[in-house]
């Protein structure tokens, strides 16, 4: 599906791309009032941004989307790649959620990432996706890892 890019959107997603908190939760708070396809938009955003802050408000905001939209799954893939650890965490966990399993190649080439953490999150989001549990990915940080409202009903 080809949806053309409004540019005032993606003027206001732009503005994103900083390391101040307060700023993206107001800007977030002004992009969800809008009716639009966000992973599109953020997917398209994140090449632009420079803040490793804001490329992780983008991941971060598209995993609930990561089973539904292949433009999240996308940002996932493209994230895991990310010069900043805590962004490739947020893309591990997208893809952890996603479940789909051809997620998996993309996530055994950081297995071997120099930054040990990178690893260890790529093995837990491919042992999420092969035991289609994305709670796994959690593991030794929480019992449960509840994304959307459904998944405080599931184990998966």
Same mark, same amino acid.
């Given at each position: 599906?080809?949806?053309?890019?409004?540019?005032?959107?993606?003027?206001?997603?732009?503005?994103?791309?900083?390391?101040?908190?307060?700023?993206?939760?107001?800007?977030?708070?002004?992009?969800?009032?809008?009716?639009?396809?966000?992973?599109?938009?953020?997917?398209?955003?994140?090449?632009?941004?420079?803040?490793?802050?804001?490329?992780?408000? &983008?991941?971060?905001?598209?995993?609930?989307? /990561?089973?539904? %939209? !292949?433009? +999240?799954? =996308?940002?996932?893939?493209?994230?895991?790649?990310?010069?900043?650890?805590?962004?490739?965490?947020?893309?591990?966990?997208?893809?952890?959620?996603?479940?789909?399993?051809?997620?998996?190649?993309?996530?055994?080439?950081? &297995?071997?990432?120099?930054?040990?953490?990178? /690893?260890?999150? %790529? !093995?837990? +989001?491919? =042992?999420?996706?092969?035991?289609?549990?994305?709670?796994?990915?959690?593991?030794?940080?929480?019992?449960?890892?509840?994304?959307?409202?459904?998944?405080?009903?599931?184990?998966?």
């Amino acid at each position: 599906m080809n949806i053309k890019i409004d540019h005032q959107i993606m003027e206001l997603v732009k503005r994103l791309d900083t390391s101040k908190t307060l700023e993206q939760d107001e800007i977030w708070f002004e992009i969800k009032k809008k009716e639009i396809d966000v992973p599109y938009y953020f997917l398209n955003a994140y090449p632009l941004f420079k803040k490793w802050q804001g490329r992780i408000h &983008l991941v971060f905001s598209c995993i609930k989307h /990561a089973r539904i %939209s !292949e433009n +999240a799954f =996308q940002l996932g893939i493209l994230a895991l790649n990310d010069k900043a650890s805590l962004v490739r965490y947020r893309a591990a966990a997208l893809l952890a959620y996603s479940l789909r399993e051809d997620a998996i190649p993309y996530l055994q080439k950081n &297995l071997l990432h120099k930054d040990l953490q990178t /690893a260890k999150d %790529s !093995e837990r +989001a491919i =042992q999420a996706i092969q035991q289609k549990n994305h709670h796994i990915f959690m593991k030794n940080r929480a019992d449960r890892w509840i994304v959307n409202e459904e998944d405080a009903e599931t184990k998966k």
